[in-house]
């Protein structure tokens, strides 16, 4: 059974930073494209960063370019959100991601309040 198990989220103020983390088990970890997702009230969900298995090539919404920045860590299969200059427009719950091609395996999601 694939389980994605997300945390690090929380309520942080404007210009400030939170770290995601999200551990995967039940799969290859290291055979997964791992991506990051969020979703805000009344809004649909939206693709925020990911890293390829392969090269660990890494893409980025417009949005939060320059200021996240996505990793792993396959020795630990997890992969990492970090998050920095945070703004009210961050505040969503962030999901994390993995599959083969499209994405197949969602956690269950971590709250992000990012207050003014």
């Known amino acids: 059974q694939v389980q994605l198990v997300e945390s690090g989220g929380g309520l942080v103020q404007t210009g400030g930073s939170l770290r995601l983390s999200c551990t995967v088990s039940?799969?290859?970890?290291?055979?997964?494209?791992m991506g990051w997702f969020r979703q805000s009230s009344g809004k649909e969900r939206e693709f925020v960063a990911g890293?390829?298995?392969?090269?660990?090539?890494?893409y980025y919404a417009d949005s939060v370019k320059g200021r996240f920045t996505i990793s792993r860590d396959n020795a630990k299969n997890t992969v990492y959100l970090q998050m920095n200059s945070l703004n009210t427009e961050d505040t969503a719950v962030y999901y994390c991601?993995?599959?083969?091609?499209?994405?197949?395996?969602w956690g269950q999601g971590t709250q992000v309040t990012v207050s003014s």
């Open positions: 991601a993995s599959g083969a091609g499209s994405y197949d395996y």
């Open positions: 039940g799969l290859t970890f290291s055979d997964y494209n």
């Open positions: 890293i390829s298995w392969r090269y660990g090539r890494t």
